[in-house]
């Protein structure tokens, strides 16, 4: 199986002779592959246990009593608030929010 890097779309996007033939479409390609892939990764669940995401950032938590809101990471005393300012106790796991919807993907607005 082919395995994509990105050393390798480097070298797709600097005219790896393997596929010179297809150039910027291939390049195009493998680039929307890895964003693809990046995105997925950012939707998995990460333990607290095994890291701290960036502070300021909103995420979406779960904590030890199974439930699951939206909170901003701070790094003063390593506190979780929700976007009303209150503290959120507990939390063991946080994923990123997914990104909005794209141009492309929005449906026409109905007026």
């Not at 479409?25 to 701290?52: C, D, I, P």
């Not at 939206?70 to 997914?98: C, Q, R």
Request: charged residues 30%.
């Amino acid at each position: 199986m082919y395995s994509l890097t990105s050393e390798r779309l480097e070298e797709l996007k600097h005219g790896d002779e393997e596929l010179t033939y297809y150039g910027d479409l291939v390049a195009e390609m493998a680039s929307e592959l890895l964003s693809l892939r990046q995105r997925v990764a950012e939707t998995e669940w990460v333990k607290v246990s095994e890291g701290l995401p960036i502070a300021g950032k909103r995420y979406w938590v779960h904590m030890s009593n199974d439930y699951e809101v939206i909170a901003t990471y701070t790094e003063t005393k390593g506190t979780w608030k929700n976007d009303s300012g209150e503290f959120v106790a507990n939390v063991t796991h946080y994923m990123p929010l997914p990104l909005p919807p794209r141009e492309s993907e929005k449906e026409s607005e109905v007026g």
